[in-house]
């Protein structure tokens, strides 16, 4: 009896939870506690098929899982809901093997069935899900077929670098399978935000507890989660997860400030300050890491290559004139004045915080007007007419327009920055902030006859940890080859041989599936982009995150990055009181 | 006058028409549209930008769309939320009747204070009570509701650092948690000045209705917010010590959450009631001077009537005729929700939903909005004006 009792006991733990994620934190922690944060504005759905912005998967990625993602101690490839992969035929094919056990918060299991019905979902044109360009590789889509209860596979038309990182979100096919096949419509209907919470099935660390509009997201621990500590207590540690919803950054302060919230991040020195006064006067006990690191996000001015004007296309081509713009860039002052002294300056096309692939070995053409002034003699403009601007032997002005869109004081100011220094030297730049929404019709749609209408535009593009995600803007038929731009989705007419080599680079780390070697190949991209500067890159402002001391299992200081965060994983966050 | 009003509602048609399609117009000339937002993000590529487009009927031309639009308006059905994909009524449903709450109360607030005081102001003007006033309604005109909104939250801050007691809230309508123990003790305190407050005033009450007087306006308002907060208190009262110290929003009582919501509106009404307080006073003071100089004033006065009867019988009563025309246009204010103080303080008001859905140029959700407040601009205008005619025996309409 005692023995079928051992065994049934055995049984039941096994069917509970066969095969756990374990999550090293770092530190030992222990259940129970609040974790509170603010958001910026309320998520548009619980949907994930339908959710577009950070503010909705932000909270899709504490209640549904994914396959893959990156360990946030090293960045590589890391599994969540996958248990193993195997890499087979040259890369073309990925088999990866689910975690057996792992359930749904309403007692189904997550099998293979969730993941390719989810896959085929993500992957419809009709549904338009935002992780759609996942499961298309040029053009050709990659295929999901199940091989058994606990196997999936994944066959790529051609070898593909971040073919392990799936980072699409997992439905539960037994609620979302009859929407979809009712149609497209009721699938985009349900687990909309007014969805009675109970009712939106968690596979991740904590379940929709409760939704009030405006207000705030309330999370609970999912006690059927298939993650374990190192010590094999189960995970997530945190009893209940808030998300606030303040929409004023300076109201997201007062709520830190006032022990309401546990994390912050501070946007400039200003708001550092405040909390550093506060630590120091002993009315909140908190940390605050100034400067720790710089944000993925870019910032960068960008020529029109396709100008109507043939005397400005034929400067903005010409590689000494971009050097010049780039030595008339005083990235100090940009630094002191638009991010209040917290930031660093960059000088190519991987963010700072990317270490996998970050190299700081570039060119760097510093600020110095004097140098720009030299090559832009060697380009004919050595004269200044009456008014004090710069003119080639024909009389010609060197004039622009640089454009930036309104009311991002940090984009206004480093314009205005570029702006004066340029005219300083007599370099007749004309900067006015325009719409956000024309400022991307003009870049982004030319006209029949290939021509587009801006000059400049200082603008910026979300960074990502992956290169090959971004290779919309670096290949030469890309949708965002911002200074080259072709038309109807083909090359551009007239390429420089350097955009080749950048186009061929970047088909190559897509397709090398060897670490060493991509590294190799984003380091020469870097130097290429650096060299040749397409896209003029200016300055990455800081990430100042601030916690509370009350929160335990986050990164010390020397870990902290702007990728991760302040704390390795949610699951192993604690509450020490 | 049947006719007039027949004649007047079978104008709102036209107007309401013209008055929406210019909204319309003037949402989709704008440079983008809502997905050009995508347009910048290297993950997406042309083929889903394009079908996204099409897939929420952006590509059509903007008369199939206002055409689609309006056919659902006229079957009571606001649209489609681009962002949220549910119907615009769940969106904005919710936030306006937030909104209300700071609205009515700001409102209730303005007349309760601006009338009396603008009174006070006229009969004694160029006093030093007088000359106070005018200096507050100045500064309450000049400071922007954002900003007297951010000094309320540092306010807020210093307050609960000084005493530290959370005596106001930072930001927001409610808390996670409510603390129902504190309530009922605090309830248990300030019950029995609550009740002798009523008490007294009902007193008075009685004793003014025995001398057969009208009781006064100081009288009605005494006793109805002690009475109201006597009320309120009963419930903490008889229930609380029953329930648990402190509970989440949502599992409170319906007490517990309305005293929550109160306390948390107090400091946003001052702010939104600020400077609408200050102009009423103002146009309430003049109004009052106009009136004491006309000549059957002088009339009344001579005829030995006493100061109060003359004041509040003959003056006052033509002074607020402005007034009682204004009460119309209050209707589309209240679902117009207070303002930028609902972002600065964190209410979880119409404007910050109104202003993310402009950013993202979500149509439907604007055009909704621009809806109700059109048809109650309109409604609340035929309201004024049969309110002039009713309460102005001069204005006739036919």
């Known amino acids: 009896m005692k023995k079928l009792l051992a065994l049934g006991m055995l049984a039941l733990a096994g069917l509970a939870l066969a095969q756990p994620k374990v999550f090293k934190g770092t530190e030992p922690g222990r259940a129970g506690g609040a974790y509170r944060v603010t958001a910026i504005s309320d998520p548009r759905t619980w949907n994930p098929f339908v959710a577009r912005e950070t503010s909705s998967t932000d909270i899709i990625g504490l209640f549904l899982p994914t396959l893959s993602g990156y360990s946030p101690y090293t960045q590589a490839p890391e599994g969540n809901l996958a248990r193993s992969w195997e890499v087979r035929n040259n890369g073309l094919t990925v088999i990866f093997r689910l975690r057996e056990g792992a359930r749904w918060s309403d007692g189904q299991a997550i099998d293979a069935d969730d993941v390719i019905f989810s896959a085929t979902v993500h992957a419809d044109q009709r549904v338009n899900s935002n992780s759609r360009s996942q499961f298309i590789l040029d053009g050709q889509p990659i295929v999901w077929t199940k091989v058994d209860q606990f196997t999936v596979r994944a066959d790529f038309p051609k070898p593909y670098a ?81 998300v606030q919803i303040v929409p004023d950054l300076n109201a997201q302060l007062a709520r830190f400030l006032a022990g309401e919230a546990d994390t912050f991040s501070a946007a400039n020195a200003d708001q550092v300050a405040q909390v550093l006064e506060r630590i120091r006067g002993n009315r909140l006990r908190a940390e605050i890491f100034p400067n720790v690191d710089v944000t993925l996000g870019t910032n960068f001015i960008v020529f029109n290559w396709n100008s109507k004007d043939p005397f400005k296309e034929n400067l903005f081509r010409q590689v000494k004139f971009r050097r010049a713009m780039a030595h008339l860039m005083d990235k100090k002052s940009m630094i002191e004045v638009a991010l209040g002294g917290l930031g660093q300056p960059q000088w190519s096309p991987i963010s700072i915080p990317n270490k996998a692939f970050f190299t700081d070995d ?151 599936l060897d670490q060493a070697q991509r590294r190799q190949i984003y380091v020469q991209f870097q130097k290429v982009v650096a060299e040749n500067l397409p896209l003029i890159y200016t300055v990455a402002p800081a990430y100042n995150p601030a916690r509370l001391t009350r929160l335990g299992g986050m990164f010390p200081k020397e870990q902290i990055n702007s990728i991760t965060g302040q704390a390795p994983y949610i699951e192993t966050i604690f509450a020490k009181e | 006058m049947f006719g007039y009003v027949v004649r007047r509602l079978l104008q709102l048609i036209p107007t309401f028409f013209g008055a929406t399609l210019l909204a319309f117009l003037v949402i989709q000339l704008a440079p983008g549209d809502f997905v050009t937002r995508l347009e910048l993000d290297p993950t997406q590529d042309r083929e889903s930008i394009a079908n996204l487009r099409q897939q929420l009927g952006l590509d059509q031309p903007l008369p199939v769309q206002y055409a689609k639009w309006l056919s659902g308006i ?31 109360l700001a409102t209730l607030m303005i007349y309760l204070v601006a009338i009396p005081v603008g009174v006070y102001s006229a009969i004694r003007k160029y006093t030093w009570p007088d000359r106070t006033f005018t200096v507050l309604a100045f500064l309450g005109l000049a400071i922007p509701n954002f900003f007297f909104g951010l000094i309320m939250l540092f306010l807020a801050v210093w307050l609960s650092d000084l005493t530290d007691m959370r005596i106001l809230p930072i930001g927001g309508m409610t808390n996670e948690f409510l603390h129902l123990g504190n309530m009922t003790r605090a309830a248990q305190i300030l019950f029995p000045p609550a009740l002798l407050g009523t008490l007294v005033f009902a007193g008075l009450f009685w004793w003014r209705v025995q001398r057969k007087q009208a009781a006064t306006f100081g009288i009605w308002v005494g006793l109805v917010l002690f009475g ?116 600065t303080m964190a209410w979880p008001g119409i404007t910050p939903a109104l202003l993310e859905a402009i950013s993202a140029i979500d149509v439907y959700v604007i055009m909704g909005l621009i809806t109700i407040t059109t048809v109650l601009l309109m409604i609340g205008n035929v309201v004024s004006d049969l309110l002039l005619a009713w309460v102005d025996p001069r204005i006739r309409y036919s």
């Open chain 1, 162 to 242: 971040p073919a392990l990182i799936q980072g699409w979100y997992i439905v539960p096919e037994h609620i979302f399978g009859p929407a979809y096949r009712a149609g497209v419509q009721q699938l985009q209907a349900l687990w909309n935000l007014d969805t009675p919470p109970a009712q939106v099935v968690s596979g991740g660390p904590f379940k929709l507890d409760s939704y009030v509009k405006g207000e705030r997201v309330v999370l609970v621990r999912n006690p059927t989660y298939w993650g374990v500590d190192d010590r094999n207590s189960p995970v997530a540690y945190l009893e209940r997860y808030t």
């Open chain 2, 228 to 343: 109201m907060s006597a009320l309120l208190m009963l419930w903490p009262l008889l229930q609380g010590p029953g329930l648990p110290e402190r509970l989440p929003y949502t599992e409170s009582p319906l007490w517990a959450r309305i005293t929550n919501v109160l306390w948390h509106a107090f400091p946003v009404v001052i702010v939104v009631g600020t400077s609408g307080l200050a102009g009423l006073m103002r146009v309430m003071r003049g109004q009052m001077l106009d009136v004491l100089s006309q000549d059957y004033i002088r009339t009344a006065r001579a005829k030995g009537l006493s100061e109060r009867v003359v004041i509040y019988k003959h003056a006052l009563r033509n002074a607020v005729i402005p007034f009682i025309a204004g009460i119309g246009g209050l209707l589309p204010g209240l679902i117009g929700g207070a303002g930028l103080v609902e972002v």
């Open chain 1, 362 to 512: 570039v060119a760097k053409f510093e600020f110095n007007p004097q140098r720009a002034l030299q090559l832009l003699a060697e380009l004919g403009f050595r004269t200044k007419n009456r008014d004090g601007w710069l003119v080639n032997a024909q009389g010609k002005v060197l004039e622009f327009n640089l454009v930036t869109n309104q009311g991002n004081n940090v984009r206004e100011r480093i314009a205005q920055i570029f702006r004066d220094e340029a005219r300083k030297v007599g370099v007749k730049v004309e900067y006015r902030p325009i719409d956000f929404n024309e400022l991307v019709r003009q870049l982004t749609t030319p006209a029949a006859d290939g021509t587009r209408e801006f000059d400049a535009i200082l603008i910026g593009l979300t960074g990502g940890i992956e290169p090959a995600f971004s290779r919309n803007v670096w290949e030469l038929n890309g949708t965002l080859h911002a200074w080259n731009l072709g038309t109807g989705g083909k090359n551009p007419a007239k390429v420089e041989s350097f955009e080749v080599l950048i186009d061929t680079l970047m088909k190559r780390g897509a397709t090398t």
């Open chain 2, 74 to 104: 006229l079957q009571g059905y606001l649209g489609l939320s681009l962002s949220y994909k549910t119907d615009v009524w769940n969106v904005i449903g919710q936030r306006i009747l937030n909104s209300m709450v700071l609205v009515v």
